[in-house]
Every structure is written in structure tokens, then in C-alpha cells.
């Protein structure tokens, strides 16, 4: 995603976790006026990444995912958290 994919995923997270888990992304595209086609391409990032998934398949609702999305910390912290662990994990190789 490019990092304005990745702001407007984020604050559709945040939205979905100020709202019980759920929300329509339909109507957070045009409260936030996104145009649709960047707002396809978050939503279908976000339910590859099982950080957020339909809750029926003919509706613009959508849950957050109680293994990932929940959890999740952002785009930039979840970067750090992998380099951090790739890092320790080659450090404990070396020895």
C-alpha cells in the first residue's frame, strides 16, 4: 500500500475500534471523502492482511478480526516490530 493507503487504513481501523469492532466503509468513504477506487484497494489490503473482514459478502459492513485486527499497531510500528525480530533473530544466529 502507499503511505496514503496506509493513513486511511489506519484511521478505518481506528474507527472500527471506536465503534464496537464493525463499520460500513462505504460510509466512512464518503464521510472522509476517499475516492473509491483508493478505498477498493484498502479494504481488500486490510482483508488479505486478516485485519478486517466482511461480515456478510453482499454488504459494505466490515468487522475487525479477533487474531489480528484487534491487535493491530500500525502500519509503521508493525515494520518495526519485524525489523526488531529479524535483527534479534540474526544476532541469536551469529552466536
Do not use: C, Y
Not at 10 to 29: A, P
Not at 44 to 71: C, Y
Amino acid at each position: 500500500m502507499t503511505p496514503e493507503q496506509e493513513t486511511i487504513a489506519e484511521q478505518l481501523i481506528d474507527r472500527m475500534k471506536h465503534n464496537g469492532g464493525s463499520t460500513n466503509w462505504r460510509e466512512f468513504r464518503d464521510e472522509q471523502k476517499i475516492d473509491g477506487t483508493q478505498m477498493m484497494l484498502v479494504v481488500k489490503a486490510l482483508k488479505e492482511l486478516n485485519i478486517m473482514e466482511a461480515i456478510t459478502s453482499d454488504s459494505t459492513m466490515v468487522r475487525l478480526t479477533e487474531t489480528v485486527g484487534w491487535t493491530f499497531p500500525g502500519f509503521e510500528a508493525q515494520r518495526h516490530l519485524i525489523q526488531t525480530k529479524k535483527a534479534t533473530d540474526d544476532e541469536r544466529d551469529k552466536l
